[in-house]
């Protein structure tokens, strides 16, 4: 089932360190089936407070996000981002297609 990386992230410091980031996390997300789905687009806030950029990866299973995130190649480029930018990331498993609101009802 499809999971995805969510990550809310805050006061980043745009210097020579993220942009290595950036240059380089394609080729971590590639060997686990990772892609973009939001990175930093326009967020319209409808109910309480959500500030800093929202980026979204999708993989194929969690165990597929999970391999990635604890990868040796992620985790070489990782502190790149943490030493510039404070954040949230989480893994969360997706639902199936035609998933509705009552089937968490059991």
């Known amino acids: 089932m499809t999971a995805y990386a ?4 805050q006061d980043v410091t745009m210097g020579p360190e993220i942009i290595e980031y950036l240059k380089k ?7 686990y089936g990772g892609r973009y789905l939001i990175h930093g687009g326009t967020t319209q806030v409808l ?4 500030q800093g950029d ?3 990866l999708g993989f194929p299973s969690l165990d ?5 995130y604890c990868s ?6 990782l502190p790149l981002r943490t030493a510039n930018a404070v954040g949230d990331v989480i893994l969360v498993e997706g639902v199936e297609e035609g998933h509705r609101g009552v089937d968490i009802l059991g």
């Open 6 to 9: 969510i990550a809310r992230l």
């Open 25 to 31: 996390i394609d080729a971590t997300l590639a060997p």
């Open 47 to 50: 109910e309480g407070s959500w």
């Open 54 to 56: 929202t980026i979204m």
């Open 64 to 68: 597929q996000a999970q391999s990635w």
């Open 72 to 77: 040796e190649a992620y985790r070489r480029i």
